[in-house]
């Protein structure tokens, strides 16, 4: 990292630097956050990676960090600074997971920043990633994530922030525009197994899972309308998740590095469609790993602990019949309606932008 990992409080040139900003955007009906439809964002950031379902109003007080800019609908400066402190954490810790040297691999030029967007009195809640920043609960909401659920919201911080990367990596040029988007079940199942919210299912699990015969196989779902039945969302994000973690498992999976994963990010940014790029970068292409997925799973799943399991491996579909609805084990919580994101719906003529998102989780109560 080239840069100090000093956070700064609110600092005036800062403020300073962000203020042609807010001298056009504090009028009384209150600022608009850099977002969808304000006519004063940033050039290039923000405004393109939303679909415009919200208007981010901010209260003129960004907070500024080292890789962060805060905005919030009335979130205090010290809730603010404590979030910005755990963003700047988690980037650390994801920026040397991923093995970035230098902050100009994720696209950092001087000027550039991440935004979050705190929510303090939007209800509900979303937490979102997107290109050039993410949405979470302010730590000073109703909701006082830290206090009632802080592992829940670091989790949320590294899933999201996790979308960030990719999409800084990628050099997407917004939310998903095709084909420079990672499929959804890539996406997510690595923002899942990242996040720190990925539970192996036993290979039992897997088989009464599948036996459902709405479920279809994880990596068919590429983008958001390909999702057979959106309530069940949190389901196949554990499944998506199981999907990543085969692929990474040195020890009984595919066996994908840090270095084949940037890879695959890198030739993306260079071009690539991601079915190219997860064939270069990962030796397998996409079509095989959904054409030979249960095959591949149940072997997987078989292998526990480092010794192969005597259970055989049907070779089709044609899995146990319908098995009790065990299911649930594999199914995530869903109580409540804090922090849900919004309905996954893409909103009309949004087919060729994908958000990324949190699973439709509550945090644990
Ligand atoms: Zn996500």
């Given at each position: 990292?080239?840069?100090?990992?000093?956070?700064?409080?609110?600092?005036?040139?800062?403020?300073?630097?962000?203020?042609?900003?807010?001298?056009?955007?504090?009028?009384?009906?209150?600022?608009?956050?850099?977002?969808?439809?304000?006519?004063?964002?940033?050039?290039?950031?923000?405004?393109?990676?939303?679909?415009?379902?919200?208007?981010?109003?901010?209260?003129?007080?960004?907070?500024?960090?080292?890789?962060?800019?805060?905005?919030?609908?009335?979130?205090?400066?010290?809730?603010?600074?404590?979030?910005?402190?755990?963003?700047?954490?988690?980037?650390?810790?994801?920026a040397a997971e991923f093995l970035i040297?230098?902050?100009?691999?994720?696209?950092?030029?001087?000027?550039?920043?991440?935004?979050?967007?705190?929510?303090?009195?939007?209800?509900?809640?979303?937490?979102?990633?997107?290109?050039?920043?993410?949405?979470?609960?302010?730590?000073?909401?109703?909701?006082?994530?830290?206090?009632?659920?802080?592992?829940?919201?670091?989790?949320?911080?590294?899933?999201?922030?996790?979308?960030?990367?990719?999409?800084?990596?990628?050099?997407?040029?917004?939310?998903?525009?095709?084909?420079?988007?990672?499929?959804?079940?890539?996406?997510?199942?690595?923002?899942?197994?990242?996040?720190?919210?990925?539970?192996?299912?036993?290979?039992?699990?897997?088989?009464?899972?599948?036996?459902?015969?709405?479920?279809?196989?994880?990596?068919?779902?590429?983008?958001?309308?390909?999702?057979?039945?959106?309530?069940r969302m949190g389901e196949y994000y554990?499944?998506?998740?199981l999907t990543y973690a085969y692929l990474?498992?040195?020890?009984?999976?595919?066996?994908?590095?840090?270095?084949?994963?940037?890879?695959?990010?890198?030739?993306?940014?260079?071009?690539?469609?991601?079915?190219?790029?997860?064939?270069?970068?990962?030796?397998?292409?996409?079509?095989?790993?959904?054409?030979?997925?249960?095959?591949?799973?149940?072997?997987?799943?078989?292998?526990?602990?480092?010794?192969?399991?005597?259970?055989?491996?049907?070779?089709?579909?044609?899995?146990?019949?319908?098995?009790?609805?065990?299911?649930?084990?594999?199914?995530?919580?869903?109580?409540?309606?804090?922090?849900?994101?919004?309905?996954?719906?893409?909103?009309?003529?949004?087919?060729?932008?994908?958000?990324?998102?949190?699973?439709?989780?509550?945090?644990?109560?």
């Open positions: 990292m080239s840069r100090s990992k000093r956070l700064t409080r609110v600092p005036i040139l800062a403020l300073l630097a962000v203020l042609p900003l807010l001298a056009t955007s504090c009028d009384s009906e209150g600022p608009a956050a850099p977002g969808p439809g304000s006519d004063d964002c940033p050039p290039g950031q923000w405004e393109a990676d939303s679909y415009g379902y919200r208007t981010w109003r901010h209260d003129c007080e960004p907070y500024v960090s080292d890789h962060f800019t805060v905005y919030s609908d009335g979130s205090s400066t010290a809730a603010k600074d404590t979030l910005a402190r755990l963003a700047e954490g988690v980037f650390s810790e994801l040297a230098s902050e100009a691999e994720l696209g950092f030029t001087p000027g550039y920043t991440y935004y979050i967007y705190a929510q303090k009195n939007m209800t509900p809640t979303v937490a979102e990633g997107y290109r050039h920043g993410l949405l979470i609960a302010a730590i000073d909401s109703r909701e006082r994530p830290t206090q009632r659920y802080p592992i829940w919201y670091r989790y949320l911080m590294r899933h999201e922030l996790m979308h960030v990367f990719q999409f800084s990596l990628i050099d997407c040029p917004g939310n998903g525009e095709w084909p420079h988007w990672l499929d959804i079940w890539f996406s997510e199942g690595q923002a899942v197994v990242v996040g720190g919210r990925y539970t192996r299912p036993t290979l039992q699990q897997f088989r009464t899972w599948f036996s459902d015969s709405t479920h279809i196989i994880p990596v068919r779902i590429q983008r958001r309308p390909d999702f057979p039945d959106v309530d554990q499944m998506f998740a990474v498992d040195t020890t009984h999976g595919h066996g994908a590095s840090v270095a084949d994963l940037r890879n695959l990010f890198q030739y993306m940014k260079d071009g690539d469609t991601f079915h190219d790029a997860f064939q270069r970068a990962l030796g397998i292409s996409v079509s095989s790993l959904e054409a030979n997925y249960l095959n591949i799973m149940e072997e997987y799943l078989a292998t526990q602990n480092g010794a192969k399991l005597t259970t055989p491996a049907p070779a089709t579909r044609a899995l146990p019949s319908r098995l009790p609805t065990a299911t649930l084990e594999l199914k995530l919580e869903t109580r409540g309606a804090s922090l849900h994101p919004r309905p996954l719906e893409p909103h009309s003529g949004a087919t060729h932008v994908t958000r990324a998102s949190a699973p439709p989780l509550d945090p644990p109560s």
